[in-house]
């Protein structure tokens, strides 16, 4: 999309500018309830996807025409490292500034232990552990100018395993371990937390009924949680808990309360 003019990024020409948020996997499901979300509590958004082309392009058309010169599209793998700087030093380079990195990206496959391989596990902790952490690296240095935050969208398998899927639950557990240690090494200019969501959206593909019911059956509350909710979350960490950081949030219906 086109560079924005200096007067389209402010509403007068002494207003302070506008807050800036990277997300990743923001194309779809969660990540375009975060990026809608954020867009209307004012943040302008870099929107990171890998495939999802067709989405990302209506999705940016959409905040576009709520606010233009607001939404960078940027399509990457996050496998690829040389990628990640890019992505931090894009954002910069557009708005000049960076409040907010969200790592919302993540890779879901099963791994039934003994058969295993190395390329699935350096798939699933590409997208889940490795690129979170060397975003936030990346990042590290404006969100400290600008006394940002970080956060990072977890599991709550990271605590409690799924199974049949135990590279992705060490995955996300690795990302609960940085979302601590990044806390401890950016503090205090930057916070940083996760989000440990519970049933949300159905894994794609994921339409059994007995299955679905069976895990809401271990629910409390009853019921799936819904995107807007996390992407709630999301803002509330980013924009309001200015005393919190290092935590992880579980947004999942009180599922962690059961055995």
Known sequence: MPEPSAPE???AANAPPRQVAL????????GAAIARTLHAAGFDLALH???????MQALAAELEAA????????????????????????????????????????????TPLGGVTPAQWDALFASNARAPFFLAQAAAPHLQAARGAIVNLA?????????????????????LAATRSLALELAPQVRVNAIAP????????????????????RTPLGRTGTPGEIAEAVRWLLLEATYCTGQVVRLDGGRMLEA
């Open 9 to 11: 990024r402010g509403t």
């Open 23 to 30: 997300i990743t996997g923001a194309a779809r499901r969660l």
């Open 49 to 55: 996807y890998r495939r999802s082309a067709g989405e």
């Open 67 to 110: 606010r233009a010169g607001s939404v960078l599209t940027l399509q990457a793998d996050l496998a690829e490292f040389d990628r990640l700087p890019e992505l931090v030093a894009r954002t910069v380079g557009r708005y000049g500034r960076l409040d907010a990195l969200v790592n919302n990206a993540s890779e879901f496959a099963p």
């Open 155 to 175: 599991d709550i398998y990271a605590e409690r395993p799924l199974r049949d899927h135990a590279v992705y639950c060490m995955a996300k557990a690795a990302l």
């Open 198 to 217: 519970g049933a949300i959206l159905w894994a794609a593909g994921d339409d059994a009924a007995a299955k679905q019911q069976a895990m809401l059956a």
